[in-house]
């Protein structure tokens, strides 16, 4: 997970409540992604985003917004916490043309 | 519509066996094949990766056999080590945004 870190790491709402989840970089890369993972699933990509200002929607985007203000930090928002919305949030990053993608260590949510 | 298909869901070896892990796609518009490990409480790491022109990938205990035409990959662990318990995951993508589409994941147990 070097250079990539993701706040908070553990989370409560209630339902109905909202909160940003936090993703920073360190490494200068031009693509980031948010992916939820849930149990027998796999991840699931909610956004992705190409470069600064730009976002587009994954396979599973409703209930959540995006924001890429700048190169490093790429945040999750969840506007009203449904419990749907439990699940472990994985960010990541790729160098433009390159084809790995480094996931950052995740935050556990549970909305009650 | 689940894209990547893996089988098996879990899989307990004793150390020194051989771990198999399969998977099996649909897109074939996808053109690079990753696998993930993952332990508890961490993001997925990339532990070998293939694209569809060679049929064979090897690094250390680890290789990837592909079958273009059956659109099929699978991951061989030799030599499995009780420290390769683990969540292992098949993924895979196309060209542009690159993000990726996860196989369900295969929970692999090596007993010593």
């Known amino acids: 997970n070097a250079g990539v870190t993701q706040t908070p790491k553990f989370q409560v709402l209630k339902t109905g409540q909202s909160m940003t989840l936090q993703c920073a970089q360190d490494?200068?890369?031009?693509?980031m992604y948010w992916y939820r993972q849930d149990p027998g699933m796999g991840l699931r990509l909610i956004y992705y985003?190409?470069?600064?200002?730009?976002?587009d929607k994954g396979e599973v985007p409703n209930g959540y917004n995006v924001s890429r203000l700048n190169k490093r930090e790429f945040s999750l928002r969840l506007e009203s916490a449904a419990p749907s919305q439990t699940s472990v949030y994985f960010c990541?990053?790729?160098?433009?043309?390159?084809?790995?993608?480094?996931f950052g260590p995740g935050t556990r949510l549970t909305v009650l | 519509q689940q894209q990547v298909k893996q089988s098996p869901q879990s899989l307990i070896v004793q150390k020194g066996g051989i771990s198999i892990i399969n998977c099996a796609y649909e897109?074939?518009?996808?053109?690079?094949f990753p696998w993930y490990q993952q332990f508890p409480g961490k993001g997925p790491a990339l532990l070998i990766a293939?694209?569809?022109?060679?049929s064979e990938k090897k690094e250390g205990r680890f290789t990837i056999s592909f079958n273009k035409s059956a659109k099929q990959f699978s991951l061989h662990i030799m030599d499995s080590q009780p420290g390769d318990s683990a969540t292992y995951f098949c993924?895979?993508?196309?060209?542009?945004?690159?993000?990726?589409?996860f196989g369900s994941g295969t929970r692999l147990q090596v007993q010593p």
């Open positions: 990541a990053m790729r160098t433009g043309g390159a084809d790995t993608q480094y």
């Open positions: 490494m200068n890369h031009n693509s």
């Open positions: 985003s190409a470069s600064e200002g730009t976002t």
């Open positions: 897109n074939t518009a996808f053109d690079y």
């Open positions: 293939i694209r569809p022109d060679v």
């Open positions: 993924a895979a993508s196309t060209a542009g945004r690159r993000a990726l589409t």
